[in-house]
């Protein structure tokens, strides 16, 4: 039986891990659910640069101790601790990740990529955010408004065909790239 934890938000990291052990990580992400489904993913999340090391260097620990080559996704609460914010990991998924479809329009390379030049032994790409990028699921009845996001500057529109609408079904997505935001200091 898993335990509550109160969590500050929930990110996930987008790793690929090649044959030769080389890691390449997506900038983290920050994600929102509905009714217990991924509806929102936010690159970047809204963490310290610390905090995001911090989740970067816990899904290389992890590709590296499971020796996996490939693409993955680990899903991590952030949890208020007595030294700050820290991590802990909710889910591994070894594989491309709905949390990392942002990639496809939002980076120099998506998750898709990546994965296909990790496991054909390929080098791995350079990750590079076009700018801030919301991911929004369109999940059943969703699919009936998407038209309204022809309309909005800087959105994609990605639908999966995967017949009719159902309550709970993922049935497409939304990428937003925008501008990044100046950072104060």
């Known amino acids: 039986l898993e335990a509550f934890i109160p969590f500050e938000r929930e990110i996930s990291v987008i790793a690929a891990r090649s044959a030769d052990g080389h890691v390449e990580s997506f900038d983290v992400t920050e994600n929102v659910h509905r009714?217990?489904?991924l509806k929102i993913s936010r690159a970047p999340a809204d963490i310290s640069d610390a905090l995001a090391a911090q989740a970067r260097a816990v899904a290389?620990?992890?590709a590296h101790a499971l020796d996996y080559v490939g693409v993955l996704a680990v899903e991590m609460f952030?949890?208020?601790g007595n030294?700050?914010?820290?991590?802990?990991?909710n889910e591994i998924a070894p594989r491309v990740h709905n949390s990392g479809h942002w990639t496809l329009d939002g980076a120099s390379i998506s998750q898709f990529e990546q994965h296909i030049r990790a496991i054909a032994g390929w080098p791995l790409g350079k990750p590079v955010r076009h700018g801030r990028v919301v991911m929004t699921n369109l999940i059943g009845d969703d699919i009936n408004d998407y038209e309204r996001w022809l309309t909005v500057p800087g959105a994609t529109v990605h639908l999966y065909g995967k017949g009719p609408a159902r309550p709970g079904r993922k049935m497409g997505h939304v990428t937003q790239v925008m501008p990044e935001r100046p950072?104060?200091?």
């Open 78 to 80: 952030v949890v208020a």
């Open 60 to 62: 290389e620990k992890i």
């Open 183 to 185: 950072k104060n200091g």
């Open 83 to 89: 030294g700050g914010p820290h991590v802990l990991v």
């Open 35 to 37: 009714d217990h489904i």
